[in-house]
Nanobody
Framework: VQLQAYGGGLVRPGDSLRLSCVASGRIYSSHVMGWFRQAPGKEREFVAAIRWGVGTTYYADSVKGRFTISRSGAKTTAYLEMNSLKPEDTAVYYC????????????????WGQGTLVTVSS
């Protein structure tokens, strides 16, 4: 499986943005798609994840209520809808797939896409 993330850009605080992660190759119901982010000078952190088959989701506390992860099985695409963006959401966002288990740990993810930069600034 190869992943490609896109949709980043420059937005103002309070704006919304939707990221997409397109998977080439088969995504199985047991797989988990996750989004991580890495802000300048910081370690990469977990943002959200979705279990592909049943759609179970999990969010980091910092984005809960503002971000929504979803997936389109037909398109093998995962989305991250980001609302009420804050300057502290500025980061490079990565999508990744885990072959087993919903996890917040990046070492549990097997394939990674390239990042897409989200900048939130007035």
């Amino acid at each position: 499986v190869q992943l490609q993330a896109y949709g980043g850009g420059l937005v103002r605080p309070g704006d919304s943005l939707r990221l997409s992660c397109v998977a080439s190759g088969r995504i199985y119901s047991s797989h988990v798609m996750g989004w991580f982010r890495q802000a300048p000078g910081k370690e990469r952190e977990f943002v959200a994840a979705i279990r592909w088959g049943v759609g179970t989701t999990y969010y980091a506390d910092s984005v809960k209520g503002r971000f929504t992860i979803s997936r389109s099985g037909a398109k093998t695409t995962a989305y991250l809808e980001m609302n009420s963006l804050k300057p502290e959401d500025t980061a490079v966002y990565y999508c990744a797939v885990a072959y087993r288990g919903l996890s917040t740990a990046e070492n549990e993810y097997n394939r990674w896409g390239q990042g897409t930069l989200v900048t939130v600034s007035s």
